[in-house]
């Protein structure tokens, strides 16, 4: 069974902190995701990494950066927190690197930027 | 990249009777179309999923339906439970990578 999980279910930061998400996979799969979930808007992806330190920009990437050091862990850094920022963040992974296939998501961290 | 639409955003069914939610797509090249449902404070999972070389999968109560020519695939939920209330998202390939629709709040009333 998938184990995804990340650090944090909830997070409360100041504007201009320094905010690091984590994400940890326990399957051994190639990619991993980060996805932003807004009423409305679906999700929608922000980065993502096919490999150890390979990472590639998704839809809305501006404000954030990524971190693959290992195959297991994928995180989201956000530089300097902006109150915009206050999100929903699913991180997720899915076996094969180049291959559509199901993705398996971590329970989600609800960040609060004041 | 892909685009996918979804509607309708919220879907309000009595319990017993069947909910239709049904998605677009913009490239004629996707050929793996999945369906997630996330119920409140927890986690998307995938329900079911369909590849192009098939119009119709079905699993129990649920089903997906996929019309390349018109570039839509549909999730049927027969016999609503109240357990079937959640946000349902379908999803299209884009490289390799998911686009994902924007929800559909299905509620269903006891």
């Known amino acids: 069974d998938v184990k995804v999980t990340q650090s944090s279910r909830y997070l409360v930061k100041r504007t201009g902190e320094k905010v690091f998400l984590e994400c940890v996979q326990d399957m051994d799969h190639e990619n991993m995701f980060w996805y932003r979930q807004d009423p409305g808007l679906g999700l929608r992806l922000i980065y993502f990494s096919y490999d150890v330190k390979m990472k590639e920009k998704g839809d809305i990437p501006e404000g954030y950066s990524v971190s693959r050091e290992k195959k297991e862990r994928f995180s989201l850094i956000l530089e300097s927190a902006s109150t915009n920022q206050t999100s929903m963040y699913l991180c997720?992974?899915?076996?094969?690197?180049?291959?559509?296939?199901?993705?398996?998501f971590g329970p989600g961290t609800r960040l609060t930027v004041l | 990249g892909e685009n996918v639409e979804q509607h309708p955003s919220t879907l309000s069914v009595q319990e017993g009777d069947s909910a239709v939610i049904k998605c677009t797509y913009s490239d004629s090249a996707s050929n793996y179309f999945p369906w997630y449902k996330q119920e409140l404070g927890k986690r998307p999972q995938l329900i079911i999923d369909?590849?192009?070389?098939?119009g119709e999968k079905k699993d129990q109560r649920i089903a997906v339906t996929l019309n390349k020519t018109a570039k839509h695939f549909s999730l049927h939920i027969t016999e609503t439970q109240p357990e079937d209330s959640a946000v349902y998202f379908c999803?299209?390939?884009?490289?390799?990578?998911?686009?994902f629709g924007a929800g559909t709040t299905v509620t269903v009333r006891a």
């Open positions: 997720a992974s899915s076996p094969l690197a180049g291959e559509t296939d199901t993705q398996y």
């Open positions: 999803a299209a390939p884009n490289d390799y990578k998911l686009s």
């Open positions: 369909i590849r192009s070389n098939v």
